[in-house]
């Protein structure tokens, strides 16, 4: 079979299997995440045995460490994925749903019905816990998925792809409800997101550089986030031992994942207490430090930050760092530089804090808290379809709701409309 025959065949199976979804019963729906639960705990040892596949050759390919900790999947990743669909099977079932209905002078009725999207196309690089995540979410909420994962989690993702349509089909849902591709060609991934005949919206999760091409060539419609270059901003009012954790767990809780802060924004006022600190525990960590002329006239520790550096997302063990001279400068400093994914206050002045949500232009503000929270499952979604940083049509993480739209849904008895 050719690829095009292929993708056209994958593309009328999910359409196909959307129908039956999108009129299932959330009985139904929830019987299939604990039966994929079940499944995953079955193929445990070849989950594993799999992703060491992948491991290996991730690493002869040179992958950074990074990308090999995205990439890998032990006990406790496979505990979380296994935890995330039992998550989502608790969490109430939006379709179906009727809200805002009101009576109108003419007598009818009017409101609106919570409704799957119908098929979603998620294309993501390295993770292979993000085939459960995404068939989880786009299960619950009535819709089809076709998944393509990266090829560097190929036999990870096919593993899993397995345990998903034994629970799927052991729930009496459509075996096609999620489909996982089975090529790693990259033609695979221009198909795919030129086929709004079949595929309502394309989810692409993983590098800059991939999400931008897809945004560019896809002819349906895209929910995005281009990178995560999240800040902490410590105000001269903060509390400096809930700064110092705070940024702390921000930076090296994981260097590899969108929500790390990847930019340090200290008042001058606060600056002289709190960054020698967590230089030296930066230090420790081995995280490389870039920073503005003031930063560095405090440490000698810390390199010279380029402009480019305020806009990167580095990904990795390394940190800019700069000392502002209030509040404002901080939240122009994040507009600017930020990509709008996640960024944090730390202050004890309420009045302050209030202000910094109003006007930081971001998917997640965080007051006292690390960026490390801005995730689906820590927001209690159960799971999350990825971190959209658009304003239409989801913003923030995509969990059950992200994935719906609504319909107006009007009644009468026996209204007619006068002329």
């Not at 729906?29 to 045995?49: G, Q, T, V």
């Not at 609106?112 to 294309?123: A, E, H, K």
């Not at 089975?182 to 999400?211: Q, W």
């Amino acid at each position: 079979m050719s690829l095009e025959s292929y993708m056209n065949q994958i593309g009328q199976q999910a359409r196909a299997a959307s129908r039956l979804l999108a009129k299932a019963s959330t009985k139904q729906k929830n019987m299939a995440l604990f039966a994929m639960a079940d499944a995953l705990e079955n193929a445990r040892p070849r989950l594993i045995s799999e992703n060491a596949k992948d491991m290996e050759n991730g690493q002869a390919k040179g992958l950074d460490s990074a990308l090999l900790d995205r990439l890998l999947l032990d006990d406790a990743r496979i505990n979380g994925m296994i935890e995330g669909l039992k998550q989502v099977a608790s969490l109430p079932d939006p379709i179906g749903e009727i809200s805002n209905m009101v009576y109108l002078p003419s007598g009818i009725q009017r409101g609106q019905m919570r409704v799957p999207l119908g098929v979603i196309g998620i294309i993501y690089e390295s993770r292979p816990n993000v085939t459960i995540d995404a068939a989880s979410l786009c299960l619950k909420s009535g819709n089809a998925t076709i998944l393509r994962g990266g090829s560097e989690a190929f036999y990870s993702n096919q593993a899993i792809a397995e345990a998903v349509k034994k629970g799927v089909v052991a729930a009496g849902l459509p075996e096609h409800a999620v489909q996982v591709l089975n090529t790693t060609d990259r033609e695979a991934v221009g198909m795919l997101i030129s086929m709004p005949e079949f595929v309502d919206v394309i989810v692409p999760r993983g590098g800059k550089g991939l999400i931008e091409r897809i945004s560019k060539d896809a002819r349906v419609p895209v929910i995005k986030h281009l990178d995560g270059n999240c800040h902490v901003y410590i105000d001269e009012e903060a509390d400096l031992e809930k700064a110092f954790a705070i940024a702390m767990n921000a930076k090296t809780r994981r260097y590899g994942v969108c929500n790390a802060m990847e930019s340090l924004l200290v008042h001058a006022a606060s600056a002289e207490q709190i960054l020698p600190k967590l230089v030296a525990a930066y230090q420790e960590k081995g995280v490389e430090l870039v920073g503005c002329e003031q930063s560095r006239a405090i440490s000698t520790v810390i390199g010279e930050a380029s402009e480019e550096d305020w806009y990167t997302e580095y990904l990795a063990p390394k940190l800019s760092i700069k000392i502002v001279s209030d509040m404002d400068e901080a939240i122009t400093h994040i507009n600017k530089y930020g990509s709008h994914h996640t960024d944090a206050i730390v202050s004890q002045n309420y009045s302050k804090t209030r202000a910094f949500m109003t006007e930081v232009d971001s998917s997640s503000v965080m007051v006292n808290a690390s960026t490390s929270f801005a995730d689906g499952f820590e927001y209690g979604f159960g799971a999350e379809i990825g971190i959209s940083t658009d304003k239409i049509h989801a913003r923030g993480p995509v969990g059950l709701l992200g994935l719906t739209s609504q319909k107006y849904v009007v009644l009468g008895d026996g209204h007619t409309r006068d002329n």
